[in-house]
Nanobody, 119 residues
Framework: QVQLVESGGGLVQPGESLRLSCAAS????????MDWYRQAPGKQRELVAT???????NYADSVKGRFTISRDNAKNTVYLQMNSLKPEDAAVYSC?????????????WGQGTQVTVSS
């Protein structure tokens, strides 16, 4: 019933910027928390940033001051603005949303988008 589609990944050089988007569609009543995760080769998946329905945010220490998470509730979309990218930021980035469908709340994931940071 619900699908999340991500876009914006790609190849950049260290110090450059990238903006990721994740849009939800389907039978959605509302969306509570929206999150971005990432997983690099050989490493565990880590939580990068979170944003509540009301706009409160939290960030991993490794990205604080460089990344900004935001959302557009009218578009059911979450964004991740990534500035001053470092090689250690390279990973598959996935969005997660807590979607209210009718009377129930479910966790949905996007397909993941590759971010490569290399000189």
């Amino acid at each position: 019933q619900v699908q999340l589609v991500e876009s914006g990944g790609g190849l950049v050089q260290p110090g450059e910027s990238l903006r990721l988007s994740c849009a939800a569609s389907g039978s959605i009543s509302s969306i509570n928390g929206m999150d971005w995760y990432r997983q690099a080769p050989g490493k565990q998946r880590e939580l990068v940033a979170t944003i509540t329905r009301g706009g409160s945010t939290n960030y991993a220490d490794s990205v604080k001051g460089r990344f900004t998470i935001s959302r557009d509730n009218a578009k059911n979309t979450v964004y991740l603005q990534m500035n001053s990218l470092k090689p250690e930021d390279a990973a598959v980035y996935s969005c997660n949303m807590m979607v209210v469908v009718g009377r129930y709340e479910y966790s949905y994931w996007g397909q993941g988008t590759q971010v490569t940071v290399s000189s």
